[in-house]
């Protein structure tokens, strides 16, 4: 069965003026089933603040019951200060680590109480990663940029050796070219972010898994104003037969605004509290 990691972005209380900075101002909508939630995102070249909401159900003034966007946690990203902020914002918390994210060391590891599994890559290659992208050729104006229609097909099979199992993902989607990393964000690719952490059981051990990457035509990098990603995958049950899994996720861009941003929105809150762990939800 899939397991779909959802990236936590954030949202920050308006302020007192000051200088602002040119970037965008992005809404994007999600559905997945019965479930829908929407991010705000802020950028400038620097710095980028993503809002979480989700759909919460609260008595209207008169009495009924009405779905409203309540917005929960967000995440400040500065490169400027080497450092991203995770902020939950019923309780006035936030966490802090440091922006790009690097692997801990050994010392680290330890002082956490944890190791890093022993493990050796494979000789030869254990997955294979195809990536089909065809451009449809078909074009639409959306939000006063010219957006291309791209269909991305990816594979996971599992070849001699690997511990996965097949999944394969359409994304169907309208892209414009912006760029939405910022000033220092690694170029990232499925290639340098690919990890596999299937734990065998009783060994306490990670296998690792040496994936083999096969790209069919140019890889979409725009930004995507609307997608539709369908995912298949099965996998094995202790009786022998197979389950299989559709996910179906819809995305959507309602608000794209490209101006100057206000500075504040990328700061902790005054009154904010610096905890090591976020509580959990209240």
């Given amino acids: 069965m899939y397991r779909f990691l959802a990236w936590v972005l954030l949202l920050s209380l308006p302020s007192t003026q000051s200088p602002q900075s040119t970037g965008t101002k992005t809404a994007i909508r999600r559905v997945s089933g019965r479930h829908s939630s929407e991010q705000v995102i802020y950028r400038t ?18 009495g009924s019951m009405e779905w409203v966007l309540e917005p929960e946690m967000a995440i ?31 010392e680290e590891l330890a002082a956490r109480g944890t190791t890093k599994p022993e493990a050796t890559e494979p000789d030869r290659p254990t997955l294979q990663i195809e990536t089909t992208t065809v451009d449809t ?27 996965q199992q097949f999944q394969e993902t359409i994304t169907d989607g309208w892209y414009i070219d912006m760029n939405q990393e910022l000033s220092c964000d690694q170029t990232s690719s499925v290639k340098r972010s690919y990890v596999m952490s299937a734990a065998v ?25 609307k997608q539709v990603r369908i995912s298949r995958g099965s996998h094995g049950l202790p ?44």
């Fill in 45 to 62: 070249a620097d710095k980028r603040r993503t809002e979480f909401r989700n759909f919460v159900q609260q008595k209207g003034s008169d």
């Fill in 76 to 106: 400040i990203e500065r490169c400027d200060l080497g450092e991203s902020f995770v902020l939950k914002l019923k309780t006035a918390e936030y966490t802090s680590a440091p922006y790009p994210l690097k692997p801990s060391s050994p």
């Fill in 137 to 163: 050729g078909e074009r639409r104006e959306m939000f006063g940029h010219t957006a291309r229609r791209t269909i991305t097909t990816t594979k996971q099979t599992p070849l001699e050796g690997s511990q």
């Fill in 201 to 225: 059981l009783g060994s306490g051990k990670v296998p690792r898994e040496k994936p083999e990457f096969v790209d069919i035509g140019p890889r979409e990098t725009g930004l995507a104003l």
């Fill in 239 to 282: 009786d022998g037969t197979r389950s299989h899994s559709r996910v179906v996720i819809e995305s959507e861009v309602t608000l794209f605004e490209e101006g100057l941003q206000d500075p504040n929105l990328f700061e902790v809150p005054e009154g904010f509290q610096h905890v090591a762990l976020l509580s959990g939800n209240q």
